[in-house]
Structures are given as C-alpha cells and as structure tokens.
T-cell receptor, first 117, second 114 residues
Framework: NAGVMQNPRHLVRRRGQEARLRCSPM?????VYWYRQLPEEGLKFMVY????????ESGMPKERFSAEFPKEGPSILRIQQVVRGDSAAYFC???????????????FGPGTRLTVL | GESVGLHLPTLSVQEGDNSIINCAYS??????FIWYKQESGKGPQFIID?????DKRQGQRVTVLLNKTVKHLSLQIAATQPGDSAVYFC?????????????FGKGTLLTVNP
C-alpha cells in the first residue's frame, strides 16, 4: 500500500510564474491537508479538503493560492504569480476520515520543495 | 546540551544515552498531542501520541509525558541511536469541532554522536 505521494519533489519557478503541486493520498483516504514549512520552522496548516469540497482554508493566503481535490485524480495546490516568499516545503497529508470523537492519524507525504528565483 | 535561540533548538547526545526533547504548547483547549520525527528531505513521521486524559504513554524506546498544568510535553528516547538523528516536532489539536487541524511547534534538532 503506497503512502502519500507528492510531485514534483523539487520545483523551481521564476517570480511571476505559476506553481502546481500535486498530492495523491493513501489508498482509501478521502481527506487531504496541505501544510507549508519555512526553513527551520514547524509546519503551518493551510487547507483541508475532502473530495470536491474545501472544508477549511483558513491557513491559506487569500490571494494567489488555491486548492482543489477533484472526484478523480490528485489534490492540487496552485500558486499563481509566485514570489520569493513562497519558497518553502509544501507537505500534503491524508487521513481516512475525521470524527468529532476521535482523531484520525494524518499520514504525510515527502513534500514538494518550491524555490522561487 | 540544549540551546534555544533564533535558530532551531538543538540537542546533541552520545549514542546509547537517553534523550529528552521538550515542547510547550499554546492552546489550553488542545486534547490530543502527537510527536513527529522529520528526517532531512522527508515528511513528518508519526512517533507517538497522547490524549489529554493521560499524563504518560510509552512506546517502543519512546515515552511521552504530558503536563497540562504548565502546557508542557516531553518526548523521551531511550538508548538513542544514530538513526534517531532528526528534527522532532510536537503537534497539538483539539477534537471540539475541528479535530483535523494540527498546530506544530518549532521543532528540535536531535544529533546523535557515535
């Protein structure tokens, strides 16, 4: 059973270009989370999605950033008109489901390291 | 020893020694805590978790202690090995309504010297 997959692993973009990061959750997982990690910092929550729905995007910048998780295919984190401050590692995690009673473990992918020149 | 400054806190130990990594969490409403290990170039890997109704939980070579009074969490690693070298993060969440969102601490870099 493959884990969470992310691609590309490394992405270099020039200022003003678009970055598209892809995440394939673990088999059977229908919940996806995106986190951003700046150098020497912890991960910061960005957005939580279920299939075809954005549940919580409170951690995602209002401009230039968007995320989707279509019925078929991977989840996509899209950053338009990238700036140098977008350089970071972006991690995707997936879980089976969430519950108000118990926490369902989030499994993390290897991350995409975005460098903006 | 352990140091805290502008950069990532670091802990350097000798192989075979026990390691203790500390974490202060921020939200008194948090009721679930997780320790993650992150090796260079990889994603966080689950180590051990603990709920707020417990103050100690043991795994294989690892123990997590929770002190809710001072909002402090610690991870103890017994007989530390070179393969334990990594950055260790504590994460918190609370199950009231939105138990999916993890809030991560800054992390501690553990270096194990052979």
């Amino acid at each position: 059973n493959a884990g969470v997959m992310q691609n590309p692993r490394h992405l270099v973009r020039r200022r003003g270009q678009e970055a598209r990061l892809r995440c394939s959750p673990m088999k059977g997982h229908s919940h996806v989370y995106w986190y951003r990690q700046l150098p020497e910092e912890g991960l910061k929550f960005m957005v939580y999605l279920q299939k075809e729905n954005i549940i919580d995007e409170s951690g995602m910048p209002k401009e230039r950033f968007s995320a989707e998780f279509p019925k078929e295919g991977p989840s996509i984190l899209r950053i338009q008109q990238v700036v140098r401050g977008d350089s970071a590692a972006y991690f995707c995690a997936s879980s089976l489901r969430t519950s108000g009673i118990s926490y369902n473990e989030q499994f993390f992918g290897p991350g995409t390291r975005l460098t903006v020149l | 020893g352990e140091s805290v400054g502008l950069h990532l806190p670091t802990l350097s130990v000798q192989e075979g020694d026990n390691s203790i990594i500390n974490c202060a969490y921020s939200n008194s409403a948090s009721d679930y805590f997780i320790w993650y290990k992150q090796e260079s170039g990889k994603g966080p890997q689950f180590i051990i978790d603990i709920r707020s109704n417990m103050d100690k939980r043991q795994g294989q070579r690892v123990t997590v202690l929770l002190n809710k009074t001072v909002k402090h969490l610690s991870l103890q690693i017994a007989a530390t090995q070179p393969g334990d070298s990594a950055v260790y993060f504590c994460a918190e969440t609370y199950s009231g309504g939105s138990n999916y969102k993890l809030t991560f601490g800054k992390g501690t870099l553990l270096t194990v010297n052979p």
